[in-house]
Nanobody, 116 residues
Framework: QVQLVESGGGLVQAGGSLRLSCAAS????????MGWYRQAPGKQREFVAG???????NYADSVKGRFTISRDNGKNTVYLQMNSLKPEDTAVYYC??????????WGQGTQVTVSS
């Protein structure tokens, strides 16, 4: 069982930055691949960024060059640094933990609102 708690969302002007955090508890964090997803009103949840247990990263084209995902296994935390934010980045951001042999888990989400 893994519990995920996101934090760091808020209201920011276009061009600004936010850093999201996702704290994990309840299992061996380091074995999970971690990801960030987002869901805007009226839209489907979409992939934003991912980092494997080995540290490899990948990003949605829409955020490449602006967002950076990282993890600190000592703190059981994954981060999403978001720079040059745009109004279209407005969404609820969710943390996700996945392992090929185990259940996957979602956090409760944190709201990010970017004003123009």
């Amino acid at each position: 069982q893994v519990q995920l708690v996101e934090s760091g969302g808020g209201l920011v002007q276009a061009g600004g930055s936010l850093r999201l955090s996702c704290a994990a508890s309840g299992s061996i964090f380091s074995i999970y691949d971690m990801g960030w997803y987002r869901q805007a009103p009226g839209k489907q949840r979409e992939f934003v960024a991912g980092i494997t247990s080995g540290g490899s990263t990948n990003y949605a084209d829409s955020v490449k060059g602006r967002f950076t995902i990282s993890r600190d296994n000592g703190k059981n935390t994954v981060y999403l640094q978001m720079n040059s934010l745009k109004p279209e980045d407005t969404a609820v951001y969710y943390c996700h933990a996945a392992h090929i042999l185990l259940s996957d888990y979602w956090g409760q989400g944190t709201q990010v609102t970017v004003s123009s």
